[in-house]
């Protein structure tokens, strides 16, 4: 039996794109030729930015390393590779029907990492290395920067924390829960990074990215790149091994995050998690739900030992994935209590699989899709032939266990399901990691009425506001946007939402955004000239406000930013005018800015959820 391992931890660079869309981040204009340009020319302030934003100070300067393709391959191959779990051998792929990954077909565990490490950090030297040719790898500035503070996350780490030793883990489980602590922790400081990048609310990065992670975005976006297919092509067991510590331990700190920040989230280096379930129901965590230790007395008589191990959580979900609805196979394997596998030997392969679940009613349900899977196995092209295991295959429950055999004779079969669903198991007692812990809800945001007009009020329910309607003017709305123009004259009034953070790195970045549109809509040649900068105090509260002229011309041109929501977006308001009338008339519009109720705002839950 040959086990599947892989030579380094991959920094999936297909998840970056997604994540940060799912985050709102990533607007991206006209890309410059070189993508490591940036980061070449200030690496420290990339370096610095990074740990003021995780909170953890450099003890140790990172060096970044930018290597051609040779170099950057030849180092991320010499990391040693982990220990081998049961799990990782050639036959439980097999006995769990996956195709075994395939150098001929292009995905091997090493081909796979070929194709999607962008940078990897180095723990001995202490450096992050950064491939060099990321822009032929589809990669724009702003995705080495997320997947560098990504790897930066990983150097501030090991400068302070004890890292779990996942290398030495027998356990795949326990390995994958780990990682998940270890990968989520870095997706969460790139996460910060580009919203700070893109000046958006990191709450609102966080959930925006967890929604995309549970909608599964990162595999449909993966499934139609063609920098992903050894990725996309790989057996589904390695994949989604590949993927978690990723993507779920990123929704798993982000609970986390949300209840206490990075204080709580450094805590859980105190005591990781010990299973996939606590990282898919962070709940569990918190509350110091353990597996059930599920474990076979002996081998059954006349026949020896291959393999032992523990599924999990996610594994079990994945084995069912493989043969039906992947919101079936989620339902079967929560509930999860614990299990254990053997492969045994006695001139072929027999599979024993013996599960304990939370309540009886779990157990009926992961008992019905086990029952389909086992239908599956048994009508699969090629069958269990191909397999190495030998035919037939029997479900059987009793209360909250559920054996499955694959292979052996009939009776043998039966024999052993009823061995093993005598065997009984304590659940160990739950004991709290970080004490007490009470994870906040992510709030859904309220659904209500679109933008309309009456009795010539504008109302905006989403924002909570409402504004006349002025005489003279026509109108268009769009979303939360209303843009209202005089119909002669020079005169246009525009209201809608910034997403962004109002600080006064945003407020430069969105002058120079609005005057760049405000340059191409009135024509080449034409050059502005700021006027005046003050505040600007409405019913709602101040605002800042900048106001341009077109030069040669009696047009002017005022922006007014009324923050909202605790400053996570902003109420933006602008007027162009050339006449007093009309200046007088864009005035008493924004004097007439209300609240249409006491309440916050619903675009609050999403703003600042």
């Not at 150097?155 to 602590?181: T, W």
Request: negative net charge; charged residues 20%; glycine residues 8%.
């Amino acid at each position: 039996m040959s086990p599947l391992t892989s030579t380094a931890r991959p920094s999936l660079a297909f998840l970056l794109g997604v994540l940060s869309l799912g985050a709102g981040c990533h607007v991206r204009g006209a890309e410059a030729p070189d993508p490591l340009a940036d980061l070449q020319r200030d690496p420290a302030g990339v370096v610095r930015r990074v740990a003021e934003l995780r909170g953890l100070p450099e003890r140790r300067p990172t060096q970044l390393i930018f290597q051609d393709e040779a170099a950057f391959i030849r180092d991320l191959e010499s990391g040693g590779a982990a220990r081998p779990t049961a799990s990782d051998y050639r036959s439980v792929y097999s006995a769990f029907g996956f195709d075994l990954p395939s150098e001929a077909k292009g995905t091997s565990p090493r081909q796979v990492m070929h194709e999607q490490v962008i940078a990897f950090y180095d723990p001995d030297t202490h450096s992050v290395h950064v491939r060099k040719n990321a822009g032929a790898l589809k990669q724009t500035a702003e995705d080495v920067k997320g997947i560098v503070a990504h790897e930066l996350g990983h150097s501030l780490q090991h400068q302070h924390f004890p890292i779990p030793k996942v290398e030495d883990m027998s356990d795949l489980d326990q390995r994958l829960a780990s990682m998940a602590l270890i990968e989520g922790d870095a997706m969460l400081t790139m996460v910060a990074y580009l919203a700070d990048l893109n000046h958006i609310n990191l709450n609102r990065a966080l959930v925006e990215s967890g929604k995309a992670v549970n909608r599964r975005d990162t595999e449909r976006a993966a499934e139609g790149t063609a920098d992903s297919v050894a990725l996309m092509r790989s057996p589904g067991l390695m994949r989604e091994r590949m993927i978690f510590p990723y993507t779920q331990g990123l929704t798993f700190l982000t609970a986390l995050h949300r209840s206490g920040g990075f204080p709580l989230v450094n805590q859980v280096y105190s005591s990781p998690p010990s299973t996939t379930e606590q990282v898919l129901h962070p709940g569990k965590y918190v509350s110091g739900e353990q597996a059930v230790p599920v474990a076979f007395p002996g081998v059954p008589q006349g026949w020896q030992l291959g393999l032992r191990g523990r599924m999990g959580e996610l594994q079990t979900r994945v084995i069912l994935e493989n043969c039906m609805d992947k919101a079936i196979a989620t339902r079967a394997a929560a509930g999860w209590g614990g299990d254990e596998f053997m492969l045994i030997e006695r001139q072929g392969l027999a599979l024993v699989w013996l599960s304990v679940w939370d309540t009886p009613r779990d157990a009926e349900e992961f008992e019905l899709a086990a029952r389909s899977l086992a239908q599956c196995w048994a009508t699969k092209p090629g069958g269990a032939l191909t397999s190495g295991v030998g035919q037939g295959e029997l479900v059987r429950r009793s209360g909250q266990s559920v054996a499955m055999i694959r292979g052996m004779s009939t009776s043998e079969r039966e024999q052993l399901a009823t061995a093993s669903l005598e065997l009984t198991f304590a659940s160990p007692q739950a004991s709290p990691p970080l004490g007490q812990v009470a994870l906040r809800p992510i709030p859904e945001e309220p659904r209500v009425h679109a933008p309309y007009v009456s009795e010539n009020v504008y109302v905006n329910p989403r924002l909570g506001i409402s504004l006349p309607m002025p005489p003279g003017y026509t109108y268009k709305l769009d979303g939360d946007e209303l843009s209202l123009d005089a119909q002669s004259g020079v005169g246009s009034m525009h209201v809608g939402l910034s997403e962004w953070e109002v600080t006064q790195d945003s407020l430069a970045h969105l002058y120079d955004e609005f005057e760049s549109v405000l340059s191409k809509e009135i024509g080449r040649g034409v050059r502005l000239a700021v006027e005046q900068n003050s505040e600007y105090v409405t019913t709602l509260g101040r605002a800042v406000t900048r106001t341009w002229s077109v030069r040669g011309t009696p047009v002017r041109i005022r922006l007014i930013v009324l923050p909202v929501c605790g400053s996570t977006g902003a109420v933006i308001l602008s007027n162009v005018w050339s006449e007093q009338n009309a200046f007088d008339m864009a005035t008493w519009w924004v004097n007439g800015l209300r609240r249409i109720s006491a309440d916050m705002p619903p675009v609050c839950s999403y703003l600042n959820p």
